[in-house]
């Protein structure tokens, strides 16, 4: 039974450099959820999807930022141009309406941007 | 007011002893109070969930207490094991919100 996945699980890029992450949420699931984690902020929500439709972007921290959902199973949160400020690890989580409670989270994407 | 505070950020414990982790919340709204896990390198996962109308919910060696009028929270891990030593979310949820709120995080440390 495979969770949600994450690709790639560790990301080193240079600054000014457009960054690519992705997700594919647990089949059956219809709201996707991307995340930021570092030590200074904890986890913050970026962005949430509802049946492939952004419904809250309010966290996304600025116009370099922006998420797709192309379909039920795919996902990407892309950051261009990436800064050093950027670097953390971004978690992609999933849920569906049957239990809107829990909330599946993959393994996570390390990004440093140097 | 969306915000929920959770203390302490890191907590030493010997094994076999109690786990107290504690949080706080201002906004009313919120009806679903659940606790994530997160081992080094994993992303966090459901451990114990509570609704406010009642005050505590026990699975296993992990109990989350209630109290509603103060507004917090609380996770007990009762004959903490060095297995536990994990970073604990507390988070909440309101209403028809898909979306969690979550806690600042607290490193526990188990000695053997």
């Known amino acids: 039974d495979a969770g949600v996945i994450q690709s790639p699980r560790h990301e080193v890029t240079e600054m000014g450099q457009e960054v690519t992450l992705r997700c594919k949420p647990i089949s059956g699931h219809n709201s996707l959820f991307w995340y930021r984690q570092t030590m200074m902020r904890g986890l913050e929500l970026l962005i949430y999807?509802?049946?492939?439709?952004?419904?809250?972007d309010s966290g996304m921290p600025e116009d370099r930022f922006s998420a797709k959902m192309p379909n039920a199973s795919f996902s990407t949160l892309k950051i261009q141009p990436s800064e050093p400020r950027d670097s953390a690890v971004y978690f992609c989580?999933?849920?569906?309406?049957?239990?809107?409670?829990?909330?599946?989270f993959g393994p996570g994407t390390r990004l440093t941007v140097t | 007011q969306q915000q929920v505070k959770q203390s302490p950020q890191s907590l030493i414990v010997q094994k076999g002893g109690i786990s107290i982790i504690n949080c706080a919340y201002e906004n009313t709204a919120f009806d679903y109070f659940p606790w994530y896990q997160q081992f080094p390198g994993k992303g966090p996962a459901l451990l114990i969930a509570?609704?406010?109308?009642?005050s505590e919910k026990k699975e296993g060696r992990f109990t989350i207490s209630f109290n509603k009028s103060a507004k917090q929270f609380s996770l007990h891990i009762m004959d903490s094991q060095p297995g536990d030593s994990a970073t604990y979310f507390c988070a909440a949820r309101s209403g028809s919100a898909r979306q969690l709120t979550f806690g600042s995080g607290t490193q526990l440390t188990v000695l053997p």
């Open positions: 999807f509802n049946n492939n439709v952004p419904i809250d």
């Open positions: 989580a999933s849920s569906h309406s049957g239990s809107l409670y829990e909330q599946y």
């Open positions: 509570i609704r406010p109308d009642v």
